[in-house]
């Protein structure tokens, strides 16, 4: 990452988390008013606060910090100082164990509200797609076994429709998690419709980070042969020195014929600082180059780049083969958004169990670092996309704050059905105990989380 991509991923990642820990600590704040709770501070950030007002008639603080990964609401409670008698009524401690228990729950659940409603925006503006189509299937892969055949369009998955290539890859590995056999039902090239399964046993894919569901089963996502024909060429770079213009239209690279676009970067990628045979037309006349790829690092990939941008010219009739869009009425919308955050939301869920039990590698665990870096590029996309990347942090948090971990949300909703079932609340010390394990353990998934965020900038 340069420079600039990186300033840029900082303020969207800040921009990101604000967003978010807002919402969820205004979720606990809203709550603790409905329920008559003096609030002392609203706090968005940890450490030194930049900025503090008070307002309202308890004069709460609304502060920023300067340390911008969470924040809290600090609540009149006896436990943490002494409280005046008129305002006992008040303090949060002596609330009934409902009142406690919403106004904790409240956190997470707004967490989850605000992912249904960004997706609920999404689905009525419209959500653009591509429908999804089967490119090349693996010689000896679960899918060509199974009678996948190129162009296949895949219909439902286990019974799930799939309008498009997203919501069939989310489908697959909310599945994939704990189904053995994924059932597929395809319409093929001349609109037969038909259904393979897809047996999911002894597959890994959640052993490995860097592995993909769609490659481990054979498939992959069908692309028009559009040969690649150069846009721009970048000065200074390698194709300039090759001697490549633009409106040049690529035949053949290293001696095997290029059929389109994707062969094209694959090969280029394949081979940094190899030097390379170039057949191109130009004016209707073929001309042999020499083209040789420079080395840059890419997720901890050495690839090739030349240094170009390529005409993608597809044909309008096929262009409105492959696009879709997802876009309801404002009642559709609102539950297509619910069932796409329950569907996020189990799905971490389950992959978590599965940490915990390891039947899945800890180097899935993504930190600040990974979270930044996808920050800033959902938001170069466009507004849509960053509004699905908040979605998605949004439920990760929403689910990893119910966990019932002390020092969480969840923790603390242990310690209240605990109290409900024993007639009291749990003692002093056995609450600071489990401060102390909640916060080690808290500590560790971080320094892992960390440790793989940096391990993904190395290697």
Same mark, same amino acid.
């Given at each position: ?75 009149? !409670? ?17 609330? *009934? ?64 429709? $799939? ?35 897809? !047996? ?51 035949? *053949? ?116 670092? $990974? ?16 509004? *699905? ?17 002390? @020092? ?21 010390? @056995? ?12 500590? @560790?998934?971080? $320094? ?12």
């Amino acid at each position: 990452m340069d420079f600039i991509s990186i300033i840029y991923s900082a303020l969207a990642f800040v921009a990101a988390i604000g967003i978010l820990v807002t919402i969820h600590e205004f979720g606990h704040y809203w709550v603790a008013r409905l329920c008559g709770v003096k609030v002392l501070r609203f706090s968005v950030g940890f450490g030194k606060p930049l900025w503090i007002k008070k307002a309202g008639p308890d004069q709460t603080e609304y502060v920023l910090a300067a340390i911008p990964l969470g924040g809290y609401v600090k609540m009149l !409670d006896q436990r943490e100082g002494d409280v005046a008698s008129e305002e006992l009524p008040r303090a949060f401690n002596r609330q *009934s164990v409902a009142k406690r228990f919403a106004i904790v729950f409240a956190g997470p659940a707004f967490n989850f509200i605000f992912a249904i409603l960004a997706y609920s925006v999404m689905y009525l503006s419209g959500v653009n797609g591509i429908k999804p189509y089967i490119g090349e299937i693996g010689g000896s892969s679960i899918a060509h076994s199974a009678g996948v055949q190129t162009e296949d369009l895949i219909l439902s998955i286990n019974g799930v429709d $799939t309008l498009s290539w997203e919501k069939a890859r989310l489908t697959m590995m909310q599945q994939a998690v704990d189904q053995p056999v994924l059932r597929l039902q395809l319409q093929s090239r001349n609109l037969q419709i038909r259904e393979v399964e897809l !047996d999911l046993d002894g597959l890994s894919f959640l052993q490995d980070e860097k592995i993909d569901l769609l490659e481990q089963l054979g498939l992959s996502m069908w692309r028009p042969d559009i040969p690649p024909k150069i846009d721009e060429v970048i000065t200074g770079g390698a194709a300039e020195a090759a001697g490549l213009i633009a409106g040049d239209e690529i035949i *053949s690279l290293g001696g095997d014929k290029v059929r389109n676009i994707n062969q094209w970067v694959e090969k280029i990628r394949a081979n940094p600082e190899v030097e390379l045979d170039l057949l191109v037309l130009r004016n209707q006349q073929q001309l042999l180059l020499s083209i040789t790829p420079r080395s840059k690092q890419d997720d901890g990939k050495q690839i090739g780049y030349i240094g170009v941008r390529n005409i993608v010219e597809i044909p309008e009739e096929l262009r409105l083969r492959l696009k879709v869009i997802e876009q309801y009425g404002p009642l559709e919308a609102f539950i297509q958004a619910i069932d796409k955050t329950w569907q996020m939301s189990t799905l971490t869920l389950k992959v978590l169990g599965k940490l915990v039990i390891g039947e899945a590698s800890v180097k899935n665990l993504s930190g600040p670092i $990974t979270i930044a870096k996808y920050a800033g590029l959902s938001a170069q996309i466009g507004l849509e996309q960053f509004f *699905s990347f908040l979605a998605i942090i949004s439920i990760s948090l929403g689910v990893l704050n119910l966990l019932p971990v002390p @020092m969480l949300d969840g923790g603390h909703l242990m310690y209240y059905c605990i109290e409900v079932i024993k007639g009291s609340p749990v003692s002093e010390s @056995m609450e600071a105990l489990g401060q102390r394990i909640g916060m080690a353990l808290l500590m @560790m998934l971080m $320094t892992l989380a960390i440790y793989n965020d940096v391990l993904r900038l190395v290697e």
